[in-house]
């Protein structure tokens, strides 16, 4: 079988990024995100991410961005365990587990719930 022929882009511009489409071992992109800002003082995002995670990992956030995490962290729903937030900012798991809320210096709540 012969490998894939190289992309046009050179490697150092999208190092994510092996042959069309295909994505290296580990890493994640944003496929889709909506914006909702129809209420006051509350915008809702949803965002949509693709990952090629390696084995013992499922896709997750770190540091507000798409990543592959230890996929115990899902199983267990220790979301904080896959540092979601900014570094400035506090985490703390939502009652019932359904995801976490990023707090930040200033007092302003980020709240994320996984489906």
Do not use: F, Y
């Not at 944003?30 to 090629?52: E, G, N």
């Not at 961005?65 to 937030?85: E, G, S």
């Amino acid at each position: 079988h012969t490998p894939p022929a190289p992309s046009k882009e050179s490697p150092s511009e999208r190092p994510d990024v092996l042959a069309k489409g295909q994505l290296a071992a580990g890493t994640c992109e944003i496929v889709t995100l909506d914006r909702d800002s129809s209420q006051p003082r509350r915008t809702i995002a949803r965002q949509t991410a693709r990952c090629a995670c390696r084995k013992g990992q499922i896709a997750g956030t770190t540091r507000a961005r798409p990543a592959c995490v230890d996929a115990r962290i899902i199983r267990t729903k220790q979301w904080c365990d896959m540092l979601p937030c900014l570094e400035s900012e506090g985490c703390d798991l939502l009652i019932n587990r359904s995801g976490w809320t990023c707090t930040q210096p200033g007092g302003r709540i980020k709240t994320t719930t996984v489906s």
